[in-house]
Nanobody
Framework: QVRVVESGGGLVQVGGALRLSCAYS????????MGWFRQAPGKEYEFVAS????????KYADDVKGRFTISRRGTENTLYLEMTKLNPEDTAVYYC????????WGQGTQVTVSS
């Protein structure tokens, strides 16, 4: 059974920081690139960042480069997203999934940046 549980979201002021976590289980995730995606109200899912299974290649959306850092602890099946210098445009529900996304979406974690 494949499953993800995202956590760590919250309300933060402009310029603040948050650390998101994603606990995943299931073989479908272990040998796959994993990514963070987000969905703002009324918008489609948007790619944020990804890391490959060997932990050597990371990718970022242009608008988060230099502010967000993705990491992965393979021994614990956990994915992280360190977010700094947050701005209102980062407000969304954040999800983890394989990259590209092939599994069902979890419940996500809400990030709200207030100005």
């Amino acid at each position: 059974q494949v499953r993800v549980v995202e956590s760590g979201g919250g309300l933060v002021q402009v310029g603040g920081a948050l650390r998101l976590s994603c606990a995943y289980s299931g073989h479908a995730y272990v040998m796959s690139a994993m990514g963070w995606f987000r969905q703002a109200p009324g918008k489609e899912y948007e790619f944020v960042a990804s890391i490959d299974w060997s932990l050597s290649v990371t990718k970022y959306a242009d608008d988060v480069k230099g502010r967000f850092t993705i990491s992965r602890r393979g021994t614990e099946n956990t994915l992280y997203l360190e977010m700094t210098k947050l701005n209102p445009e980062d407000t969304a529900v954040y999800y983890c999934n394989t990259d590209p996304p092939r599994q069902s979406w979890g419940q996500g974690t809400q990030v709200t940046v207030s100005s």
